[in-house]
């Protein structure tokens, strides 16, 4: 679960962009301290409706929370800046606002 109280923020430069969970989610991978680090962002059909994307080799400020899952350790994105952007990815309580955003603006 994304934890608000260990939220931080950081700014680093993408280098891989990759489509996860069945390539519904998009994940993207950043160089920091020596390592490179997975962060998750959204459903792909949440960015499309919000025209957002992102670059490889774009620099972002990333504002998320480390979890770890099945041994595995990645960041999940609450805020992304890019230098045109900026998205909202979860509340103030850290749940993902897609959840029922589809059903509110589909039609």
Known sequence: ?????????FTEKIIRI???HNKMGIQFHVFANND???VRIAPVWFLDE???SFKENETVEITGS???DDDETFFV?????????????R???GFPLWHGYEKRHRR
């Open 91 to 93: 509340d103030d309580e």
């Open 66 to 68: 480390k979890m770890t």
């Open 50 to 52: 919000q025209n957002v």
């Open 1 to 9: 679960m994304y934890d608000i109280d260990s939220e931080k923020t």
């Open 36 to 38: 490179t680090i997975p």
């Open 18 to 20: 990759e489509k996860i």
């Open 77 to 89: 994105a609450g805020l992304i800046t890019t230098s045109d952007d900026k998205i909202t990815l």
